[in-house]
């Protein structure tokens, strides 16, 4: 069975993409913490973070490591947080997070509610900023 983060991936389902290449998929978190909380995919399905490959799991880092400086380069914070809880979508997947404090990555704390036009906004800004930064 497809989950939601296949459908996504496979154009099925819209989403604010942010990063792509051949293995890994960034998007946009629909309910989102702060502005930029962005989600990091592999491009095929495995529930379990853990599951994937070392090779994989380190290419995952790296280019999550890239999405996040082109985050923190639109949306100036002390750090982007990263999380994996993986319990929600049983589908592996990074949270990247801009923080200026730990308690920004309560994943309890109120969702932002955003207009179509500032997702795409700031999926627009935060795509541009990875392509350039990109080595």
Known sequence: MATIFSKIISGEIPSYKVAEDDRFYAFLDINP???GHTLVVP????DYIFDLSDEELGTMQVFAKNVAAAI???FPCKKVGEA???LEV???HIHLIPINKESDMIFSNPKL???DE???QIAGMI???WRSNKK
Request: proline share 4%; glycine share 4%; hydrophobic share 40%.
């Open 118 to 120: 500032e997702f795409k």
């Open 72 to 74: 923190k380069e639109v």
């Open 127 to 129: 795509n541009e900023a």
């Open 43 to 46: 491009k095929h399905e495995v």
């Open 33 to 35: 913490l702060v502005k």
């Open 90 to 92: 049983p589908y592996a």
């Open 113 to 115: 509610k955003l207009s």
């Open 84 to 86: 994996v809880l993986g």
